[in-house]
T-cell receptor
Framework: RKEVEQDPGPFNVPEGATVAFNCTYS??????FFWYRQDCRKEPKLLMS???SGNEDGRFTAQLNRASQYISLLIRDSKLSDSATYLC??????????FGKGTSLLVTP | GAGVSQSPSNKVTEKGKDVELRCDPI?????LYWYRQSLGQGLEFLIY????????KSGLPSDRFSAERTGGSVSTLTIQRTQQEDSAVYLC????????????FGPGTRLTVL
């Protein structure tokens, strides 16, 4: 079983819609959590860190559920420019970030 | 300031040749990581460096892969006797320190082995 799993999608949503992604992780020792955005043929870029209390950045809200070992990303009022692949990453007490394969989002006019 | 840079951006080579990929981390970042991403696949961890400490090479897929980091800054990933399955995008990332939060990725080197 992969350490970090995501629904690959694609999620096709109309502009203005709200969309949510989940990411499950298997290592209960994971301590840090992140969402990255990756555009086609580009490198991953940090979207936001995920804190235990949940955090919000504009239209984006990230939450962590340690009991069920998943993190979520909610995007409100989707824009065409939100179309990308969203990667979740977890880090335990070690060093490497473990990434899921990503969830593809396509926002349509 | 400047982000992580990598060179070359693209590399096409013939099977059996050796290649060197370079990464310049963000100035002051002591942790440096190499990942690779194959088409439709997730990010596969290869190796990491923390300052001048010995690297953790546990993610390297074979002994044809090696990496070094000179002076705690620039890193080179070398692949000897390349195989077609080595074709991938090789991504370098740096962070302020081991386990210290967010990482920043370079643009990657797209390696194609013919």
């Amino acid at each position: 079983r992969k350490e970090v799993e995501q629904d690959p999608g694609p999620f096709n949503v109309p502009e203005g819609a709200t969309v949510a992604f989940n990411c499950t992780y298997s290592n209960s020792a994971s301590q840090s959590f992140f969402w990255y955005r990756q555009d086609c043929r580009k490198e991953p870029k940090l979207l936001m860190s995920v804190y235990s209390s949940g955090n919000e950045d504009g239209r984006f809200t990230a939450q962590l559920n340690r009991a069920s070992q998943y993190i979520s990303l909610l995007i409100r009022d989707s824009k065409l420019s939100d179309s990308a692949t969203y990667l979740c990453g977890t880090q335990d007490s070690g060093y490497a970030l473990n990434f899921g394969k990503g969830t593809s989002l396509l926002v349509t006019p | 300031g400047a982000g992580v840079s990598q060179s070359p951006s693209n590399k096409v080579t013939e099977k059996g040749k050796d290649v060197e990929l370079r990464c310049d981390p963000i100035s002051g970042h002591t942790a440096l990581y190499w990942y690779r991403q194959s088409l439709g696949q997730g990010l596969e961890f290869l190796i990491y460096f923390q300052g001048n400490s010995a690297p953790d090479k546990s993610g390297l897929p074979s002994d044809r892969f090696s990496a070094e980091r000179t002076g705690g800054s620039v890193s080179t990933l070398t692949i000897q006797r390349t195989q077609q399955e080595d074709s991938a995008v090789y991504l370098c990332a740096s962070s302020p320190g081991l386990g210290a939060g967010a990482w920043f990725f370079g643009p990657g080197t797209r390696l194609t082995v013919l």
